[in-house]
């Protein structure tokens, strides 16, 4: 059976929604910014669960409260992972090469933590981004079902990352090589999991594998958390009840910077149906010019209107 953390996270009693976010010290100022749209976003039961670098804990202890939760890395991780802080990697005794990299890593960390989730729908935030209007598990439901968001052939040639993922991700389910041509895309902001279908997801590479799930998926070079749950559900399970193609996420992931102007324009241009904004902290707006844009925002749109961020 899949092992789950003895003091990891915990749910809220009669709450159908968490908020999950990994971060850590360079982005706490993102990251107060997100928790706060949380708090005033979401409903008095969901809890947003903060993971961070066990060096950095005491950066994130003002964010406690009861509706955040501020976790350590290592509670998600086996004993067999070994941090090396300077170079961003770990080592896992279990499996010393390839070394596990920071990101592969951190995508370890978002499949623990939602696997310890009792909750029927776990939404994987990143700091860099922002609820903007209310959000709660009806959000990402269709014809009353939870969705999987799927993209049908949108990981053409000119996505060969993605491809990676696809074999990366097949490989670890047991499934066969990708075919010819383009595929489904399943990577989305934000992107909502169910923890049961997590918890399914990881026994199922373990049975494959033959090894510790965090093992089998800390030796992948490329390795997509997101694609890996939409292939599970989509091929393995026998696809989802429901499905949806369109994110119900602004998101401006290029590393080139928005101004006040540029941001406010993003969000006016948006749908009602966008719930979440995602500015790439890889971007380089000055944390001044994203506050305002999108304090300038919720004090003139509907549904959006609980607070201002300061």
């Not at 370890?108 to 860099?128: E, R, T």
């Amino acid at each position: 059976m899949v092992n789950l953390p003895v003091n990891g996270a915990s749910s809220s009693p009669g709450s159908d929604l968490a908020v999950v976010t990994p971060s850590y010290a360079p982005d706490r100022e993102l990251c107060i910014d997100l928790n706060r749209s949380v708090l005033e976003m979401t409903g008095p039961g969901v809890v947003h669960h903060i993971i961070v670098p066990d060096r950095d804990l005491g950066v994130f202890a003002v964010l406690r409260g009861p509706r955040t939760e501020v976790h350590a890395a290592s509670e998600f991780l086996p004993s067999s992972f070994i941090r090396l802080s300077r170079f961003n990697v770990w080592i896992n005794a279990a499996h010393p090469w390839p070394p596990v990299r920071g990101w592969i890593a951190q995508q370890i960390l978002k499949l623990a933590v939602v696997a310890a989730l009792h909750v029927d729908g776990a939404l994987l935030l990143d700091s860099d981004s922002l609820l903007i209007r209310d959000t709660n598990l009806d959000t990402f439901r269709k014809d009353g079902r939870i969705a999987l968001y799927r993209a049908p052939g949108a990981v053409d040639a000119s996505l060969p990352g993605h491809r990676q993922w696809h074999v990366s991700g097949r490989r670890l389910l047991g499934l066969p090589s990708p075919p010819e041509g383009d595929l489904a895309d399943y990577i989305c902001w934000p992107c909502l999991w169910e923890p049961a279908v997590v918890r399914n997801l990881l026994q199922h590479i373990q049975n494959v594998t033959g090894r510790d799930w965090h093992t089998a998926v800390g030796a992948e070079l490329h390795f997509s958390e997101m694609m890996l749950y939409g292939l599970y559900v989509d091929e393995v399970t026998g696809g989802p009840a429901a499905s949806i193609s369109e994110m119900c996420g602004i998101v401006h992931s290029d590393e080139v910077p928005l101004d006040q102007a540029d941001i406010e324009r993003l969000l006016h241009g948006a749908a009602p149906g966008k719930h979440v904004v995602m500015l790439s902290a890889k971007a380089g707006i000055p944390l001044d010019v994203r506050r305002r844009a999108l304090t300038s925002f919720r004090q003139t749109a509907p549904g959006s209107e609980r607070g201002d961020i300061q």
